[in-house]
């Protein structure tokens, strides 16, 4: 229910500024959660965890999958995002992940 309800307030953010809001599956049942694709083609990639326990492995997962498209040849995202229900500040990992807080899409 919080990926659902986080996934709907992105919805309504890509709107506002003519993005589209997309899940992601490959072939090989690689998955996240939630895509972004911005105007000109670029695209931004979030991975929606209630807790806080599982942000180091949503962040591996979003490196995994952006280093496969890059390898494969394909366009990588701009941005690879962790939003967290249990976190209460945003900041940028050591490995150029962002983690937010689902209360930060508000601002």
């Given amino acids: 229910m919080f990926e659902s ?3 709907r307030d992105l919805k309504i953010y890509a709107d506002s500024f003519n993005a589209k809001c997309f ?3 490959d ?3 690689n998955e996240i959660d939630s895509v972004l694709e911005l ?3 670029s695209w931004c990639a979030f991975e929606i965890k209630l807790g ?3 942000i180091d492995s949503a962040a591996q997962n979003l490196i995994n999958i ?3 498209i890059k390898n494969e040849g394909g366009k990588p ?4 995002c962790v939003i967290c229900g249990l976190t ?3 900041y940028q990992r050591e490995d150029g992940v962002y983690v937010a807080p689902i209360t930060a899409l508000k601002n």
């Fill in 5 to 7: 309800m986080v996934e």
């Fill in 23 to 25: 899940h992601y599956q």
């Fill in 27 to 29: 072939y090989q049942n």
């Fill in 39 to 41: 105007e000109d083609g």
């Fill in 52 to 54: 806080a326990k599982q």
């Fill in 66 to 68: 952006s280093n496969k």
């Fill in 77 to 80: 995202p701009k941005v690879l």
């Fill in 88 to 90: 209460n500040a945003a």
